[in-house]
């Protein structure tokens, strides 16, 4: 009967886990789609730089903010990791701006191009100093935007 305890336990974690994932996607879906506005006022949240015509929708897991036609949005990515260049899946949003630090990209700046929905997706490494131990970390980073 060794090793018996947790298999016994496994089964029951696992169950309980999807259950909360489902759960928590069910809750942040239904809230996705009222579309309450929030106006950012000198909160760092999602990266966003505080700009009175960009306004968050949601700051789950998933940041949602809405802005309109021509309306641009700096983005200030998380310190501490080693970023790629943040990519549009749609023409509504341009990345027009792209700063760079000693570790990759540092800020980007979105522009409103079009009326329409987009996913700006961009992943990110954890920055280890030369020599030093570090574990092997990446973060797959996301924002969507509603253009109006």
Excluded at 3 to 30: D, E, K, N, Q, Y
């Amino acid at each position: 009967m060794r090793g018996t305890t947790g298999a016994f336990l496994r089964r029951p974690l696992i169950i309980a886990t999807l259950a909360l994932s489902i759960l928590l996607t069910t809750v942040t879906s239904v809230g996705a789609t009222s579309y309450p506005t929030t106006t950012v006022a000198n909160v760092p949240t999602c990266g966003l730089v505080a700009n009175p015509s960009v306004h968050i929708v949601s700051s789950g897991s998933i940041c949602v903010i809405k802005m309109r036609v021509g309306v641009n949005a700096r983005i200030k990515m998380r310190s501490g990791f080693r970023w790629g260049v943040p990519v549009s899946n749609s023409k509504a949003i341009v990345v027009t701006k792209i700063a760079r630090d000693t570790e990759g990209v540092d800020a980007v700046t979105l522009h409103a191009a079009a009326v329409g929905h987009a996913t700006i997706r961009t992943t990110g490494t954890v920055y280890c100093r030369p020599g030093v131990a570090c574990p092997d970390l990446a973060l797959l980073w996301s924002l969507k935007v509603i253009v109006t």
